[in-house]
């Protein structure tokens, strides 16, 4: 279980519900603050993930553990934070388990 000051305010935004996990479901999206991809995700989907940091013009960082430990969510391999306070909140907070790209 990845605990870690970033894996909270991922946990909180999952509560809030300013989140969405998945390819189709993040392509659905109109806005997003943050773009989380995990290490573990197939080439494609980390080039989609760059792709939609670029489309959203936000920060696209990677999770070293796989983001399901996370999420708690079964194949979940890319993530979309659509809170500015909580993107914020997990850039500033960065551990060894996430990275920017």
Avoid: Q
């Avoid at 989140?19 to 603050?33: E, F």
């Avoid at 993930?49 to 399901?68: D, N, S, Y």
């Avoid at 907070?93 to 920017?100: D, F, S």
């Amino acid at each position: 279980m990845a605990s870690s000051r970033a894996g909270t305010f991922i946990g909180f935004s999952m509560r809030a519900g300013k989140y969405k996990i998945g390819l189709n479901a993040v392509a659905t999206l109109k806005r997003a603050n943050l773009i989380i991809v995990c290490s573990t995700a197939s080439e494609n989907t980390k080039k989609e993930g760059e792709k939609f940091a670029k489309r959203f013009r936000c920060p696209f960082i990677t999770t070293i553990p796989p983001l399901e430990e996370f999420t708690h969510k079964e194949n979940g391999k890319i993530m979309a934070i659509t809170d500015k306070a909580l993107a914020l909140a997990i850039l500033n907070n960065l551990g060894e388990e996430l990275k920017i790209n």
